[in-house]
């Protein structure tokens, strides 16, 4: 039986998330939390099969959530489901260690095969962030990434130089 923990403030994005996963999956037990303290709560009273995160979350500690969730059970799946745009923030989401990263914005359709793709192989990475991406990246670890920062052109933004820093320091 799986359980599954949405992380979301909004009751209404967080019903239509819990339908479609009790679509997905008949028997699985759904555990909702309104903030992050309230998410760290369930994951630490319930082993979870995946964590379905908005990173906009009251109480929210940005990319940290990821290692604060990973500090407290290491292996569970994390798919961060953000209304924040994807080609920016996705790429450090997979960095920081989530295993997957969605918009709100996205299809219904494609809500649930990032679902399905990182319960099933512990990886999603959408058409738009994967674009972004080398295509050396393909693997579950981290490794790959360092040939993405170093694959930037020399004019890339400031911020980018900041989350290369920032990252390489965890």
């Known amino acids: 039986m799986k359980h599954i923990l949405i992380v979301e403030n909004y009751p209404v994005i967080r019903l239509a998330t819990k339908k479609l996963l009790l679509n997905l999956y008949k028997d699985a037990i ?12 369930e994951i630490e ?4 099969n995946m964590v379905i995160l908005d990173d906009g979350i009251p109480e929210g500690q940005g990319f940290q959530m990821i290692r604060t969730i990973r500090d407290v059970q290491k292996s569970v799946p994390i798919l961060v489901f953000s209304a924040n745009e994807e080609r920016v ?3 450090h989401y997979l960095h920081f260690g989530a295993n997957g990263f969605i918009a709100k914005n996205s299809t219904l359709a494609e809500l649930r095969t990032a679902i ?3 319960a099933e ?6 058409n738009k962030i994967g674009v972004e991406l080398p295509t050396s990246w393909t693997s579950t670890t981290t490794a790959p990434i360092t ?3 170093n694959s930037l052109p020399a004019k890339s933004p400031s911020w980018i130089y900041y989350w ?3 990252g390489s320091k965890r």
């Open 89 to 91: 923030y996705g790429i």
């Open 30 to 41: 759904i555990h909702e939390a309104a903030s992050f303290s309230a998410a760290l709560v």
């Open 164 to 166: 290369k820093d920032y």
């Open 121 to 126: 192989s512990g990886r999603y990475i959408s």
């Open 116 to 118: 399905l793709s990182v």
């Open 147 to 149: 040939h993405f920062w």
């Open 45 to 48: 009273a319930c082993e979870q």
